[in-house]
């Protein structure tokens, strides 16, 4: 069972007041991890925590010398410019860190004055990404998005019979992942279209977002050496939000034999906070095979896994086209899913990813896949939501689409909420589309 303790408790309330408003993604419950610096400061990015609308920055905390033991030694590697040391260091000390800081931020704290002096408003600061990111590999854990993508490109033949058994996934790239808020030029590429003899060269005509989960590995596993899955979340830092931005065109004539390449590593922009697997506790789910499936081989099965593999994840694409920024209206949403709708869990994408004796590092970033749900509405993406380019989406100002234009800025959100506990949310992930 993911273990409750006192940092969960959902009557805490932190001195910091904006961490008590209902709707704040980061109330003292919470406690994300990120990396950030004063904006336009060209200070060296270093660790903070967010609470309410502030920063903790975890560089003036260590100087405040307010703890010891376990959670001095983890505040001592948020210092880093990047998280990797941090993750690396395993869950004890996670869990350490965070429950030294749950008792700092609490309301009656002894550490308020020198916390607060630590403080920045989330308003006056920029981001970089939390880990130097060495691999990065994308998942493709939605059965709606792998059935709905498959029904376009193989009509006769939508769901591959590996998929059932087999966490599909492939390597991508980490050059080109981005912190929210790093725009980036549509790509160009390679594109035939359907009824042409050849293809032609130019930028792309179809150019599209994914809705995803990102997983930040925490300690890795020697080569050689698989993560059973009884082992395998304790290797897991947390999660994120990802937008993997595709390119369909290029995708549709790139893809076979081995898959996606130039569609998909042009740019991929994650959210800078990332809430770790013990905040999620308290909004674990059961995870189950639908009727008829088969059941996981016995290396991607367990008995946690089974009553609490899934995560009660809320996940919401919004678009702001540059008309609609002009006219100061308010985004439109495209998509409302859940993370619970993966046919695969983080537990299984870690068992599977290292049963060959594939080695895991600190930093290493895993995509859930488009995180499309059943029902219209919850596709991740949108060449399902418009049926392969065929339905524009209209939106409330009169505009339609059927792919991305350039200006259109995509907006990610992602929180947890129930009536049993407090709400935490992951923030959001923002990009635009520059012209090429
Ligand atoms: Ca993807």
Redesign the pocket.
């Known amino acids: 069972m993911s273990v409750l303790n006192e940092t969960h408790d959902p009557a805490l309330q932190s001195w910091v007041e904006s961490a008590n408003h209902a709707t704040t993604d980061f109330p003292v419950q919470n406690l994300p991890f990120g990396v950030f610096r004063p904006q336009g400061s060209g200070d060296a990015f270093r660790g903070g925590v967010a609470i309410g609308d502030q920063i903790v920055d975890l560089v003036a905390l260590q100087a405040a010398g307010l703890y010891d033991g376990l959670a001095a030694g983890a505040l001592d590697a948020c210092t880093d410019t990047s998280l990797n040391r941090f993750m690396g260091m395993g869950a004890q000390a996670w869990s350490a860190l965070r429950l030294a800081l749950s008792r700092s931020l609490r309301s009656g704290s002894a550490h308020e004055a020198t916390v607060r002096a630590c403080l920045l408003p989330q308003a006056q600061a920029e981001y970089a990404l939390p880990a130097r990111i060495g691999d990065y590999t994308?998942?493709?854990t939605s059965i709606h998005h792998a059935t709905n993508i498959g029904r376009l490109f193989r009509p006769d033949n939508p769901l591959m019979p590996n998929y059932r058994w087999v966490p599909i996934g492939y390597h991508?790239r980490s050059s080109s992942l981005n912190v929210s808020g790093t725009d980036f030029k549509r790509p160009q590429g390679q594109i035939k279209l359907p009824e042409a003899e050849q293809p032609v060269f130019g930028p792309c005509r179809r150019l599209d977002y994914?809705l995803?989960v990102g997983v930040f590995i925490g300690t890795g596993n020697p080569q050689g050496q698989p993560v059973p899955m009884a082992e395998a979340e304790a290797h897991v830092f947390g999660l994120c939000i990802?937008n993997?931005w595709?390119a369909r065109d290029i995708q549709a004539w790139e893809y076979q034999p081995l898959g996606?390449f130039l569609s998909?590593n042009f740019a991929?922009t994650l959210s800078p906070w990332i809430v770790t697997l013990e905040a999620l506790a308290p909004y674990r789910s059961a995870w189950s095979r639908p009727e008829g499936d088969p059941q996981p081989l016995p290396y991607l099965d367990s008995a946690r896994n089974r009553s609490e593999g899934g995560f009660d994840l809320q996940l919401e694409v919004l678009l702001e086209t540059a008309q609609m920024r002009k006219q100061g209206q308010a985004p439109f949403r495209l998509a409302l899913s859940n993370f619970d709708h993966s046919y695969w869990t983080v537990a299984q994408m870690v068992a599977h990813h290292t049963v060959n004796g594939c080695n895991l590092q600190p930093g290493d970033f895993l995509?859930?896949?488009?995180m499309s749900g059943p029902q219209p509405g919850s596709e991740g993406a949108l060449i399902e939501r418009t049926q392969g380019g065929k339905e524009p989406v209209v939106l409330e100002n009169g505009e339609t689409r059927t792919f991305l234009e350039d200006g259109d800025r995509i907006i990610m959100r992602a929180w947890c909420q129930n009536d049993r506990t407090r709400r935490i949310g992951l923030g959001e992930v923002s990009s635009t589309v520059l012209p090429a």
């Open positions: 994308d998942f493709y991508g994914e995803e990802l993997d595709s996606p998909k991929s995509g859930s896949g488009t």
